[in-house]
């Protein structure tokens, strides 16, 4: 296959109008998961694919985000791929909630088994996407020029995928290494004996900070707004366990489709009122004794809904900190004030808090000591300037949104996807938006999160169904009536209702104070259960889909 090369988007409106000629049916942007499947499956039904990844290799989340202490906070054989079994059979997992490299290694081992790299342009950063109406089809061009024209485009970003910096002044100027989890160089970054700095304190700084702070000479942290954490009680997995766990897997994938998120933990059906207070104790005591997010996600049912039982729970967490944490002043900053546990993403930690007990670790909070500045040699807080040789930005991302806000895409009528989106995502099922013919989203706004690779698997099968639906009768376009995007925004925004979350500034209501437009909070997040969803999904297939129009 050639590649086409255009100056400009202009060149390739002009050049694609009437023409039939397509490059590829589908094109895919993003090697992760979602592009890694969606790839899979389109190619099995005899589709010509091209899938577009920036990164040099396969992974997207997994392959940009190899910060020291990367890791699953999903338990690891929970979170693979399970739509084959011979995959099931050959992979062995080490950790209950493995590292990065690990993770990479497995998502190399799946684009080896099934041959998918001859079909994945690597290094290839996708700049535009339009859709030609002459042409009917999509018109996506790279940053080295390059273009290419597909029938059907797939979206599969992921919704943390761009990474946002600070906007402190002198970044650039900094003479020592800087760098951003979320585009960590594949070298890595030695830190023995190093002053290191290390700004935010969500899920990536936290693991960031366990880490470096073994070999730091010395660690200081910038936390902003503290974060509830609790224990991830990672283990190695014998193999006599990893094969009771591949025995168990039809069970476990059941279990994962029947929770709210997906998750192998659930909610539990009691109220915390119902309760006594010693039992009450006792359940929370074996929750944090437990692993991973079944404190979050198999906590009482109102937890996250009533005001009462999230307090008697975040009195439980912070009694908790207060008891790891030494210096009672240092236990207080990490104790957060402005929300309450679970109504922010739950960061998983392996002794995070003792971390503040190490004679080499400092934390400043900067609701005191905001940065000023970067300077060339450190930081400079209202209070002092600070050396140091490394600065670690785990600023988090531009979430949801922000992976499509950095492609300029447009549909009919040349309308921008950013200016459809303005005041807030609209889409249908997650996957579709009205006016932007033949463009699917994998893991886009809307859809249902959580543990994210199941939903994945149900969206990119939703999609490889709808294709095959339009093949068979000879349809070449699709679009989501407005209608049907209008009923479904109702109803992710009835979901949303009541749910302390999304009283709550975080990536998970569209809040990112580094990104323009993104200061106030919107619905950015379906916020209903997993099961729900692909109820509603199901039905749109079984009922022909009538929410979409076709020619
Ligand atoms: P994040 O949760 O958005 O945290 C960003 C941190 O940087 C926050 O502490 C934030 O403070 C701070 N920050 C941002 N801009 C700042 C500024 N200008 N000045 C000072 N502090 C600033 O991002 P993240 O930690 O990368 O995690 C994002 C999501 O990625 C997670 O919630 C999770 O869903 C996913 N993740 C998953 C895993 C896993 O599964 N293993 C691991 C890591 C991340 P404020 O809170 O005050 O804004």
């Given amino acids: 296959m050639q590649r086409g090369h255009m100056t400009a988007i202009q060149d390739v409106d002009t050049q694609v109008q ?102 994945i342009e690597f290094s290839a950063q996708v700049t535009a996407a339009h859709f030609d109406e002459a042409g009917q089809c999509w018109v996506i061009q790279l940053t080295d020029g ?44 030695d830190f023995s004996g190093k002053r290191v700095a290390v700004v935010g304190t969500g899920a990536s700084g936290v693991q960031a900070i366990q ?39 039809p069970e476990l994938f059941q279990l994962c489709r029947e929770t709210s998120a997906c998750f192998i933990h659930n909610i539990d059906p009691r109220g915390t009122f119902e309760v006594s207070e010693a039992e009450r104790i006792a359940f929370w005591e074996e929750r944090y004794a437990g692993q991973g997010f079944g404190i979050w996600q198999g906590n009482f049912r109102d937890m996250l809904i009533d005001r009462e039982a999230n307090k008697l729970m975040s009195d439980f967490v912070a009694d908790k900190i207060r008891g790891r944490v030494k210096d009672q002043k240092v236990a207080e900053m990490l104790i957060p004030k402005d929300h309450g546990f679970g109504t922010r993403r739950v960061p998983q930690e392996t002794n995070y808090y003792e971390v503040y007990n190490q004679p080499n670790v400092t934390l400043v909070s900067m609701l005191d000591e905001p940065i000023e500045r970067i300077t060339q040699t450190g930081i400079r807080t209202s209070a002092q300037d600070y050396e140091f040789d490394v600065i670690v930005y785990a600023t988090g991302f531009d979430a949801v949104t922000g992976s499509f806000d950095r492609i300029d895409i447009r549909g009919v009528d040349d309308h921008r996807l950013t200016d459809a989106w303005g005041g807030g995502p609209k889409t249908f099922v997650g996957v579709m938006v009205n006016g932007f013919p033949n463009m699917f989203m994998i893991m886009g706004p809307h859809a249902a999160l959580g543990n994210n690779p199941r939903s994945i698997e149900y969206n990119v099968e939703w999609v490889r169904d709808l294709i095959g639906h339009m093949s068979e009768r000879n349809l070449t376009v699709t679009e989501a009536l407005s209608e049907s995007v ?32 993104k200061q106030t909070r919107t619905i950015v997040r379906y916020s209903g259960t997993a099961p729900e969803y692909r109820g509603r999904c199901d039905e749109v297939a079984a009922g022909g889909y009538k929410e979409l129009s076709f020619f």
């Fill in 18 to 119: 009437g023409s039939a000629e397509l490059d590829f049916d589908a094109i895919v942007i993003g090697a992760g998961m979602s592009g890694m499947y969606q790839l899979f499956l389109l190619r099995e039904m005899g589709l010509r694919v091209r899938v577009l990844e920036a990164g040099t290799g396969v992974g997207g989340t997994w392959y940009w985000n190899r910060y020291p202490g990367a890791r699953f906070d999903s338990e690891s054989y929970s979170y693979g791929f399970s739509f084959s079994q011979e995959l099931l059979d050959e992979w062995d997992w080490s950790e209950q909630f493995s590292g990065q490299p690990e993770i990479e290694r497995y998502c190399n081992f799946v684009a080896d088994k099934f041959d998918l790299r001859k079909d």
């Fill in 146 to 189: 390059a273009c290419y024209r597909a029938r059907y485009m797939v979206t599969a970003i992921g919704l943390l995928s761009a990474p946002t910096m600070p906007r402190f002044e002198g970044v650039e100027n900094f003479q020592g290494a800087w760098r951003h989890t979320g585009l960590w160089p594949k070298e890595g970054i």
């Fill in 211 to 249: 880490e470096i702070s073994k070999t730091a000479g010395h660690l200081t942290v910038y936390q902003r707004r503290p974060n509830w954490c609790t224990p991830l009680h990672n283990r190695p997995i014998s193999k006599d366990e990893m094969a009771e766990i591949r025995a168990g897997y």
């Fill in 486 to 517: 209008d009923e479904w925004n109702a109803f992710v925004h009835e979901k949303a209702e009541g749910l302390l979350a999304n009283e709550i500034d975080s990536w998970m209501t569209g809040v990112n104070m580094n990104v323009e437009g």
